[in-house]
């Protein structure tokens, strides 16, 4: 059973920093591009869409959405079969739940989510 779990979302104040971790378990992790999403607070209904945020192959190559470009950096630990997120200079525009989805052929498995609320 494939499951991503996703951790680190939380309340912090522009300017701030958060670091998001997703751990993964029953898949071959290492050979799965691995991205965040992120879907702002409201618009949850299925099929909505979720925006990717950032992407990381298996091999380390990383690709960022030009909002977050300087100020969000992705990583991977295929040792542990995790992926984080380190967000720094968060904005309120930011919030959002964010989602981690392991991606293979077009398969795609998702997290639940976690929430990220920049306010002050």
């Known amino acids: 059973q494939v499951q991503l779990v996703e951790s680190g979302g939380g309340l912090v104040q522009p300017g701030g920093s958060l670091r998001l971790s997703c751990a993964a378990s029953g898949i071959i992790f290492s050979i799965y591009t691995v991205g965040w999403y992120r879907q702002a607070p409201g618009k949850q209904a299925p099929g909505k869409q979720r925006?990717?945020?950032?992407?990381?192959?298996?091999?380390?190559?990383?690709n960022y959405a030009d909002s977050v470009k300087g100020r969000f950096t992705i990583s991977r630990d295929n040792a542990k079969n995790t992926v984080y997120l380190q967000m720094n200079s968060l904005k309120p525009e930011d919030t959002a739940v964010y989602y981690c989805a392991a991606v293979l052929g077009g398969m795609f498995y998702w997290g639940k989510g976690t929430l990220v609320t920049v306010s002050s």
């Open positions: 925006d990717l945020v950032a992407s990381i192959t298996g091999g380390g190559s990383t």
